[in-house]
């Protein structure tokens, strides 16, 4: 009587722990998701943001057409194949940026180049609407770089790192500096 009911014991140890161990993988399966969705959303707001910042730049590229014309064409084509692009990656978002600053770049030497294009109001508005949504676009930066870290955290994590590895759930990356000038500090103070 003494060996059944230890093993009868056993047995329902083993259930108690099978099943405890099944709602935590289903628990940690569910979390990877859940980390995964919030880096994809990320990503997407990003190319949402990066695409209203190129329709912004469409619009100034389009208000300095009277002035510029053929700069201002070029820019407009430019402008029309880099908008719309998808963004899978951090090193999407990375070449987004720098298509944008050579872009960017060039407009303002348009910009420079025709005092009277200073004075317009659509340049003017379309430039503070330019400003908006680099700020967006880089508060979306910093959103998906901490939904990568809280991913990444869990993915390394002990126990929840089996998990991850066992669904293949794999390390986010991060969006790095868009400007290597920007990685050293300028000397503000000489």
């Known amino acids: 009587m003494t060996i059944t009911m230890l093993i009868l014991l056993l047995v329902a140890l083993l259930v108690i722990v099978g099943v405890a161990v099944f709602f935590w993988f289903v628990s940690t399966q569910r979390e990877l998701v859940n980390l995964d969705e919030k880096c994809r959303n990320a990503l997407s707001q990003i190319e949402v943001q990066m695409n209203s910042r190129w ?36 090193a999407d978002v990375n070449l987004q940026q720098s298509a944008f600053a050579e872009v960017l770049s060039k407009l303002m030497a348009v910009h420079e180049a025709y005092p009277d294009l200073k004075a317009s109001g659509l340049f003017k508005e379309a430039m503070d609407n330019i400003k908006k949504f680099e700020d967006n676009v880089r508060m979306s930066r910093m959103i998906y770089n ?32 868009d400007d290597e000038k920007k990685r050293d500090m300028p000397g503000l103070f000489t």
Not at 57 to 72: I, M, N, Q, R
């Open 55 to 90: 329709d912004a730049l469409l619009a100034v590229a389009k208000a300095a057409t009277t002035y510029a014309k053929h700069e201002s064409e070029t820019l407009i084509k430019t402008i029309e194949g880099r908008r719309g692009m998808e963004v899978r990656s951090a």
């Open 146 to 177: 901490d939904s990568a870290t809280r991913m990444n955290r869990f993915v390394r994590q002990w126990p929840s790192s089996f998990v991850a590895n066992y669904l293949h759930f794999g390390l986010k990356d991060y969006l790095k500096i």
